[in-house]
């Protein structure tokens, strides 16, 4: 399965995920000069009590400089029992940037929708021009890594010219993929599944232009 949004790690102004501390006083720390909170999720990611952040980062725009404010990040973090921050997951691949969504998203560009829920942080995104697509993106703490691991991933591809529906969903902890074929104007529908590489992938590591099979 392949991410059907494009991606450019390399730009120059992707965030270099070095300049996000690993640890900080407060979550405003992890926000490096030049970016801003586009979104704060608050949530218990490790059954601790303890309320857990999860930033979505901005790129500023900058005057005369032309398609700045494009580039996006995510930041999670856990409360500490002192107060303080501990960094547990960042990438600059997995919210695509405002253009990345092609033309069904708008003059104004897309939006990822980020969320958690029974504490997964769950990421769906949607956009295309002729191939219609949707994608949603699930995260979870691991506690003998102390990081946030790739659990699964959906995908949803729809041709609008000729109406044809593919929908992959891959389950990253049991290692099973179910993948659907058909058309928008038809119910009957082809479904496979079958075993693929369950090896743990991570937040930092996430590649949207890796397939799964």
Not at 79 to 92: C, E, F, H, L
Not at 114 to 133: D, P, T
Not at 138 to 162: H, Q
Not at 171 to 196: A, F, P, W, Y
Request: charged letters at 25%; aromatic letters at 6%.
């Amino acid at each position: 399965m392949l991410l059907h949004a494009p991606q450019d790690p390399d730009a120059p102004r992707a965030l270099n995920l070095q300049r996000i501390p690993i640890t900080g006083p407060l979550p405003t720390s992890f926000v490096p000069s030049g970016w801003l909170v586009e979104k704060q999720l608050t949530a218990d990611l490790n059954a601790d009590q303890r309320p857990d952040r999860v930033l979505m980062l901005n790129e500023k725009k900058v005057a005369q400089q032309e398609n700045s404010g494009d580039e996006r990040a995510l930041v999670v973090l856990l409360a500490q029992p002192d107060g303080t921050w501990k960094r547990v997951g960042a990438s600059n691949k997995v919210v695509y940037c405002k253009s990345c969504y092609g033309a069904l998203s708008g003059p104004a560009g897309g939006f990822p929708d980020v969320n958690v829920k029974k504490g997964v942080v769950v990421i769906y995104q949607e956009g295309g021009s002729r191939q219609a697509w949707n994608t949603t993106t699930r995260f979870r703490y691991e506690p003998s890594t102390n990081r946030m691991r790739l659990i699964g991933v959906d995908e949803v591809v729809v041709d609008r010219a000729n109406g044809d529906i593919s929908t992959t969903s891959t389950n990253l902890l049991t290692g099973t993929q179910e993948v659907s074929e058909g058309r928008i104007d038809q119910d009957q529908v082809k479904k496979t599944r079958h075993s693929v590489k369950a090896s743990k992938r991570y937040l930092e590591g996430f590649n949207p232009d890796e397939v799964w099979k």
